[in-house]
């Protein structure tokens, strides 16, 4: 019906183009128009159409023949490249082989090559090989290296471009026992070792590593990029941006329990790095005590009135109060540099905290001599201008360098000078008395006594110097003069509870016969004051006076 109908539509435009072609003949012959013009414009017509059509069917032929022969080119250039890739792998029998992936066929791996492909890009010669099969891909540039799989057996790889595809030839090499030495070194490490690409993603690591971040493959941790703390990544960037080391202390959770660590990263070639971590939780307990132990020291050197200042090994100030700040004068900021022992002298001299010296060159000489070969406690007094006197002892510290205190005695100096210029006010006194006068503390001992009460005792300035005590002075007593019972009578007096009672030994007769009035009282501090009187040469006088009275009067009454 189709055909039919195609001849149907055709027949009638050629019998139209007929009809108006016949005239035109006609016209053309110069004659009428006969029956035979419309035969002959038909066939003419007819003619012109079959020719037309055979012109395109030969030029639509002509078309389909010529894409016919270049698809039977491109088919023989896919043979001829299939025949050459089969070649050239029957070529490399028994290697490992991997044929790159293309925007129409995806890639093929024969025998080991996925597993040592895959180990190597993991490896330290990742990045290296990465560029390689790069170039390959991109480029057709053939290469050839040894690369390091993640397990440290040594692979031999090759890439060559084969037709319109890249292959890549692997042959295992076996583990390098250096390398293999190393990795066991390295795994029976107690600390936790790991290695980072230069983009940062984990290569490898050791066993502690794996037991600290609870995993026990290695595969996985490689696949996770495993941390043992999240910023170890950031302080891995900074290393192999900067290439230099970075010591870090961080903290993490391993078996539950949160540890210290100390990050030691350092840089590798290529960009990548390696981490060590070591565990210093006891370490950084011990130092917070520590850190405590000293606070509260310091708090108790701020408490204490002396200047303290500590200095190391080298004569370097370490550690301070703030008496020694201010007993020299010297600005806390200056102190906080850690001066020298020399320069802290220096200072002091230019301010005049220090004693006048002919040679102070000499003098600073000796000084710092003393201080760095002092072996035992030494001590100074110095007397600076402007009545200030400082007692400086030094002596070595237990941690290596010296321990310096420092006491301001200017006020006990003055002090012991008003007691001693007192003292003598009251020898002084008490040698303008008639009687011999001794004061005994409540510890028994000789305080203070008068030149007659010396004399009358036999007793020598250098023997009652020393504040004797009042067994050793009636000890010489006895010796001198011979026993009695007159010191058994102080020594009662001293520990009574009052002295005055004993008033009824107010005359007692001595061992060489003088006799002797004794008087004791108790003064406010507890002292006794203890008084004697030699009555001999009154007695002696009363008894002649008495005498001649007598007589006189006998004979007055005779």
């Not at 019906?1 to 108006?20: H, K, W, Y």
């Not at 791996?109 to 990742?126: I, Q, S, T, V």
């Not at 890549?168 to 250096?178: R, S």
């Not at 200047?307 to 020694?324: E, K, M, P």
Request: proline fraction near 3%; glycine fraction near 8%.
């Amino acid at each position: 019906m189709s055909v039919l109908s195609f001849v149907q539509n055709v027949s009638g435009p050629l019998l139209s183009a007929a009809q108006a072609l016949a005239p035109a003949f006609a016209e053309v012959a110069q004659r009428p128009l006969v029956e035979g013009d419309s035969a002959l414009a038909i066939f003419i017509v007819s003619t012109a159409l079959v020719g037309f059509a055979s012109i395109y069917w030969a030029c639509w032929s002509h078309a389909r023949f010529g894409n016919f022969r270049i698809a039977v080119h491109q088919e023989r250039a896919r043979n001829a490249g299939a025949v050459l890739f089969r070649d050239v792998l029957l070529s490399r029998s028994g290697l490992a082989v991997a044929i790159l992936k293309t925007a129409n066929k995806d890639a093929q791996f024969f025998g080991e090559a996925k597993m040592l492909l895959e180990g190597c890009r993991l490896g330290l010669d990742g990045p290296a090989l990465h560029v390689a099969i790069s170039g390959l891909a991109e480029k057709g540039t053939a290469f050839a290296l040894n690369a390091r799989a993640l397990d440290g057996r040594i692979v031999e790889i090759r890439g060559e471009p084969v037709g319109d595809r890249a292959a890549i030839y692997l042959q295992d090499k076996g583990k390098n026992d250096v390398t293999r030495k190393y990795r066991e070194i390295l795994d029976a490490l107690p600390m936790p070792v790991w290695l980072r690409e230069s983009d940062m993603t984990l290569g490898w690591a050791n066993r502690a590593f794996l037991s600290a971040i609870a995993t026990e493959n290695l595969e996985n941790a490689v696949t996770n990029n495993a941390a043992l703390e999240w910023s170890e990544r950031d302080l891995s960037a900074t290393v192999s941006g900067g290439r230099k080391p970075i010591k870090a202390r961080r903290s993490a959770i391993v078996a539950g329990q949160r540890r210290m660590f100390q990050f030691n990263i350092l840089p590798l070639d290529g960009a990548a790095v390696a981490g060590i971590a070591t565990d210093i939780t006891d370490t950084a307990k011990l130092e917070a005590s520590l850190s405590l132990t000293l606070d509260a020291q310091s708090d108790v050197l701020e408490q204490i009135p002396f200047g303290i200042a500590v200095f190391d090994a080298g004569q370097r100030l370490v550690s301070y109060n703030n008496t020694y700040s201010r007993l020299w004068d010297l600005p806390e900021q200056w102190l906080d540099t850690h001066p020298s022992q020399e320069q802290i002298l220096d200072r002091l001299r230019e301010s005049r905290r220090l004693p006048e010296q002919r040679n102070f060159a000499a003098w600073k000489k000796r000084q710092l001599e003393m201080f760095a070969g002092a072996i035992g406690e030494s001590e100074e007094l110095w007397h600076l201008p402007g009545g200030i006197s400082v007692r400086v002892v030094i002596r070595p510290h237990l941690q290596g360098g010296m321990f310096v205190l420092l006491e301001d005695i200017s006020e006990r100096l003055r002090l012991e000078s008003s007691m001693a210029l007192l003292t003598q006010v009251q020898k002084a006194t008490l040698d303008t008395i008639d009687e011999g006068i001794a004061i005994f503390g409540t510890d028994g001992r000789l305080s203070l006594h008068n030149g007659l009460f010396a004399t009358m005792w036999r007793l020598a300035e250098d023997e009652l110097s020393g504040h004797p005590h009042f067994d050793e002075i009636a000890s010489i007593c006895s010796t001198r003069i011979g026993r009695d019972g007159i010191w058994d009578v102080v020594s009662c007096g001293i520990s009574a509870g009052a002295p005055e009672r004993l008033g009824e030994w107010n005359k007692v007769r001595r061992a060489d016969g003088r006799v002797i009035s004794l008087a004791m009282s108790r003064l406010p501090n507890g002292a006794t004051v203890v008084t004697f009187s030699d009555l001999t040469d009154l007695e002696r006088f009363e008894t002649l006076e008495s005498g001649p009275l007598s007589s006189s009067g006998s004979a007055h009454v005779a």
